[in-house]
């Protein structure tokens, strides 16, 4: 099969995406979301307006010379900056835009195919004519959407081993060129790269790009994470005490059987039902400082009043940005991930959550159970007075 850059018509089905595409071939859909969708969505304005605040996550990078020259400074920006950025070679980059945002973060809904469980953010960048982060790989899949504009992107062919950056710049700038395609991008159209496959985005007329990415953990996020998980509990963060040792760990040997005594008590904690418990808690947190934790609304709900707003017709939905984790309980039933907490639900209530995994409205005609139990309006206030849920309009 030929590694050229695939050209689509359509999004890939899941079984192709994941059997021919993900982690291994890059491609490109044409008109993949339309522009009246994509009208809907941040605006260069605004986003100059979000990178002049305190909390988002904002950088410009500015290019001269023959795009060798690189300077990235962190906001929040200011007027002045944009007065002074003059009409080409620059680009504002602002991650988590989902969150300040939430109409960009009905992006999303087109991206149900992929893992969602895994998804980082939403990073929104503008850019004037000739702007570019220059060619760079990245630790994770991405989803380039071109919104106004259009961009001349260059994909590598396959990925990179060994990368070398260019030294003494403040961005992570592959030194050498690469191999790859060349593709013009217009609005609507979407470019999947998957990690360490090289790319370089240039800016043919000002622009707006939505990068949808999808960061796995490394291997000592993971078991960090999860062993200060286990010292939050006393009964299972047990101490070590050597039980069963004999004369083979006398003095300095740490024994065969010390060893594998020491494995197995680490692999039971993996096999155990709080690891699963555990993971849809890890995969939702957010990957922003100022959100992620599980905070109250303002103005939340007694148990009369949400029900008495369901009864009257009202409807829920979860919101785009709101992140479920959701994994089948080694001891029955089923666990749900919001906001690095956990619930543990009984398998009757899988059709409502998964109403909400695909953004659908819940209400008592489309989800005839909803009074059925108690427990079914407890959980959804839960979820409701800790803003998993929002009433629809």
Known sequence: MSNKLVILDTMPSPSEFYGTYWN??????????????????????????????????????????ELQDWKCRFGPFTEEDYETAGDRDWSLLIQNVEQ?????????????????????????????????????????????????????????????EEEVYIKGVDLKVLEQAFEGDEVEMTCGDVLYVPPKFAHEGVTLESALTFSVGFLGPKTSELFSAYSQYLSEFEDLDQRYVGEGLNTDSSGFTLSEGAVSDIRTSLEAHLKS???????????????????GSYSKREEMLYDDEFE???????????????????????????????????????????PLIHMFMKEEVVNSKSYPDLFAEPAYLEFLLELYNHQALEFAE
């Open 24 to 65: 291994r071939r890059p491609f490109v859909v044409r008109g993949a979301i339309s522009e009246v969708e994509m009208s809907g969505l941040i605006t260069a304005d605004e986003l100059a307006g979000l990178s002049m605040e305190e909390t988002p996550r904002s950088r410009m990078v500015k290019t001269a010379g």
């Open 100 to 160: 300040f945002h939430p109409d960009t973060a009905t992006l999303l809904r087109h991206f149900n195919f992929a893992p969602r469980w895994l998804m980082d953010d939403i990073m929104v960048s503008f850019s004037a004519k000739g702007g570019s982060v220059g060619p760079h790989i990245d630790s994770y899949h991405v989803f380039l959407t071109q919104g106004e504009g259009k961009r001349r992107w260059k994909v590598g062919r396959e990925a990179v």
């Open 308 to 350: 008495g707003e369901l009864q009257e017709g009202a409807s829920l939905i979860k919101p785009e940005y709101v992140k479920f984790a959701i994994t089948t309980s080694r001891s029955g039933g089923f666990c749900l991930g919001f906001d690095s907490q956990s619930f543990t639900l009984d398998e009757r209530l899988f």
């Open 273 to 291: 039902d709080y690891f699963t418990q555990w993971l849809v808690e890890f995969f939702t947190e957010s990957s922003h400082e100022d959100f």
